[in-house]
């Protein structure tokens, strides 16, 4: 895709995405947001900053979309996205297996989820248990 600058006056961007700005009164570009109003009418904003570029004394003549981040490989940006996607406890827990959930969890018995055939004793196997309780379809 070939880009180039766009005047304002020919076209404004979507409101809300990030863009590369050129500003008249100023020699180097910047990276920048358009919003709109209520009424229709809209600003420049410098990246997450509250006053617009208008607000700075600075014009902003064309704006162009930003390019795509340089990437060596698909493997790359599916590393960076798991890493910039934090992850709660509570997320770790729901993507667990019924595997690793058996294996972390306590017996269902003992917190009274469920009543399994169990002599609550050291011959019950209490991962087998649970695994089959958590496989088992939630009869409430």
């Known amino acids: 895709?070939?880009?180039?600058?766009?005047?304002?006056?020919?076209?404004?961007?979507?409101?809300?995405?990030?863009?590369?700005?050129?500003?008249?009164?100023?020699?180097?570009?910047?990276?920048?947001?358009?919003?709109?109003?209520?009424?229709?009418s809209g600003a420049f904003y410098p990246g997450d900053d509250g006053k617009s570029y208008v607000e700075y004394g600075l014009f902003v003549n064309a704006w162009m979309p930003l390019p795509e981040p340089y990437r060596e490989s698909e493997e790359e940006v599916a590393t960076i996205q798991n890493y910039d996607s934090k992850q709660t406890n509570a997320d770790r827990i729901r993507s667990m297996t019924d595997e690793e959930l058996a294996t972390n969890m306590m017996c269902p018995n003992e917190n009274g989820l469920a009543e399994i055939d169990c002599d609550k004793n050291d011959n019950c196997n209490c991962y087998e248990c649970l695994l089959k309780w958590l496989k088992a379809e939630n009869e409430e």
């Open 1 to 40: 895709m070939e880009q180039r600058w766009i005047p304002v006056s020919e076209r404004l961007p979507d409101a809300d995405k990030y863009i590369l700005v050129s500003i008249e009164n100023f020699i180097i570009s910047d990276i920048g947001r358009y919003e709109t109003d209520k009424d229709g």
